[in-house]
């Protein structure tokens, strides 16, 4: 559960979009008798399994959106993180020394 976890904070879009490709393949394999049928004979006779795998659908593109605009969120917190240690001084160089260096 906590590789799960650790999954889903550093590498949002790989765990949201498996949840979103799991959601959209269950709503193809939902929605493709439903299409045969009306192809067939032109009428939905199970409304209730299209209603289904339409809700499926719109679920796994919001699961991959969210993945996405997470992705961002996370990269932007590691550049963050980055620049703070980059601001650092290094070890061994007292501040008089740095202004000495700066002339």
């Known amino acids: 559960m906590t590789i799960l976890r650790l999954f889903r904070f550093e590498r949002p879009v790989f765990f949201f979009g498996g949840i979103g490709c799991l ?3 269950l709503s193809i394999i939902f929605a493709l008798p439903l299409a045969l049928t009306y192809a067939k004979t032109g009428l939905v006779p ?3 399994t299209a209603v289904l ?3 499926l659908m719109i679920l796994a593109f919001v699961s991959l959106s969210c993945g996405i605009i ?3 969120v996370v990269r932007g917190r590691i550049e963050v993180r980055r620049l703070a240690y980059l601001a650092q001084r290094p070890p061994g160089i007292d501040a ?3 202004i000495i ?3």
């Open 96 to 98: 008089s020394e740095e």
């Open 46 to 48: 199970r409304l209730p």
């Open 70 to 72: 997470l992705d961002t």
């Open 53 to 55: 795998s339409t809700g």
């Open 101 to 103: 260096n700066q002339r």
């Open 23 to 25: 959601l959209g393949s």
